[in-house]
């Protein structure tokens, strides 16, 4: 997706910059810390460290680059773009090690680089989240934007228009959405309708509109012809979601025989390997988290047992990898009723959150995500992962097209990208499909260390904010 060269050379430019001040600042703060915190009985002055505090930055925007931090691409809640610069910064700093191990003349601390290491990890991250926050104000009053419309209001053009929302980097701003059918806007789009296709020049005139989205992968091959030569008349740049769509377009690979396009699907061995090794990491965070968290189940269940009558744990069947059925555990936080234990706790808890049915304690549980905290003796059982999709009931299963069906190639997580975004509140599990999806063809070690490290910030913000944490899982 290609953007005004002005916006991209501004953004391009308080990027690389910020990325710059934060990796010099890292390497500052780590000799500052090492030299005022640790005990060493020799001292190094920082002249020592001049050379890498001109190399390191440099080499760090340089590997940025071929990592794929400067595209002007799509990403899902910041998380994918947190998930490279932790490799990203592993790989800078294990240049740094390989270099200065044949570079003899200066001895460096071990511990003072990794000061500087995480340091680099928090800094960089913190100054990316706070252009994306200005970038998303710049958007909100349209500096700097293309704006945009979206042919089909369904489920198709409601995602795309999500993601956009979501991805301020890309400049975009869609104004709404174009529609023959007006029985799709039951669906209730964020944005509004502004009439049928037929009114698109009038449209994109009073809305100095450039970008025009196709949201019907299935539309007639000569429709989207007609389309495209219409937008080319107007002087409007028009994409089209393809009709191969559903088949996961990331996992494909492009062949030419005799100049006719082929095309595959195949997952990368590395993404094979690690679902493979996923487990044992799994295994092994839990065992690690099992005293601390072990100890915290015994008291809040001692806790619990003395202030309610009900019974301490939520034991429902749900649907694991590859079909298979397990027991989920979780703190109940609603009155027990018979009824209710046939449908999703989540969801019995969202619509009666305002009501006397919740527990003592049982809001708390909830906006801390306490509540999760016996779903690790899943992960023990090798149930459930630290990080996937949620589980779901056989019943929503049941329906599952191939699809939704997707969902059941990984482990069930605890957490997860939908648990951290803002439609939690208002979607489904079973209406998450874009965030399940997106973590199964974008799985990666970094992708699990980037939700886990933001399910504890967006618990902690939440619980400090003492927001309604409603849910409709």
Request: aromatic letters at 16%; charged letters at 25%; one cysteine or more.
């Amino acid at each position: 997706m290609k953007q005004s060269k002005t916006y991209f050379g501004f953004r391009s430019f308080l990027v690389v910059l910020a990325d710059l001040v934060c990796l010099t600042a890292a390497l500052v703060g780590g000799y500052w810390l090492w030299k005022t915190f640790a005990w060493h009985g020799h001292y190094q002055y920082f002249s020592d460290y001049v050379l890498t505090v001109y190399f390191l930055p440099l080499a760090g925007v340089v590997i940025f680059r071929m990592g794929g931090l400067y595209k002007a691409e799509a990403g899902l809640l910041g998380v994918e773009e947190q998930s490279l610069i932790f490799k990203a910064i592993v790989n800078l700093f294990t240049l740094f090690f390989a270099i200065s191990f044949f570079y003899r003349r200066v001895e460096f601390s071990r511990l003072a680089v990794f000061y500087s290491f995480f340091l680099a990890v928090i800094f960089v991250s913190v100054s990316r989240y706070l252009l994306r926050q200005f970038f998303s104000w710049l958007n909100r009053r349209g500096h700097f934007v293309r704006k945009a419309l979206i042919y089909g209001a369904g489920y198709h053009g409601q995602r795309l228009e999500r993601w956009i929302q979501q991805s301020p980097k890309l400049g975009l701003h869609v104004v709404g959405y174009l529609d023959d059918d007006v029985d799709r806007l039951r669906r209730k789009p964020s944005k509004p309708w502004l009439g049928k296709l037929e009114d698109l020049r009038r449209e994109a005139s009073k809305h100095h509109v450039t970008l025009l989205f196709i949201a019907y992968p299935k539309l007639e091959e000569s429709k989207v012809v007609e389309i495209f030569q219409f937008c080319r008349k107007l002087e409007i740049q028009c994409w089209a979601i393809p009709v191969l769509y559903q088949f996961h377009i990331e996992k494909a690979e492009i062949a030419n025989i005799g100049g006719i396009p082929l095309m595959t699907f195949r997952e990368k061995a590395g993404r094979r390997f690690y679902r493979w090794v996923k487990g044992w990491l799994d295994t092994l965070m839990a065992w690690i988290l099992l005293v601390p968290a072990g100890l915290l189940v015994l008291g809040l269940y001692g806790v619990l047992k003395r202030i309610s009558r009900e019974p301490v744990f939520f034991r429902q069947v749900r649907v694991g990898i590859e079909g298979k059925r397990f027991v989920m555990y979780k703190f109940r936080t609603l009155k027990s009723k018979g009824r209710r234990d046939r449908i999703s706790p989540e969801l019995a808890e969202g619509k009666q959150r305002e009501s006397s049915e919740i527990l003592p304690l049982g809001g708390f549980l909830r906006r801390t995500g306490l509540d999760e905290l016996p779903q690790l003796f899943n992960v023990l059982k090798g149930e459930m992962s630290l990080v996937g999709p949620r589980p779901e009931m056989p019943f929503i299963v049941d329906k599952y097209g191939p699809l939704e069906r997707e969902r059941l190639s990984v482990k069930p997580g605890i957490t997860g990208l939908w648990q951290i975004s803002e439609d939690r509140k208002r979607l489904l599990i079973h209406e998450n499909m874009d965030y399940d999806l997106y973590y199964i063809e974008h799985l990666s070690p970094y992708l699990d260390l980037a939700i886990l490290v933001k399910t504890f910030v967006t618990v902690f913000s939440r619980f400090l904010r003492g927001g309604n944490l409603k849910s409709k899982s």
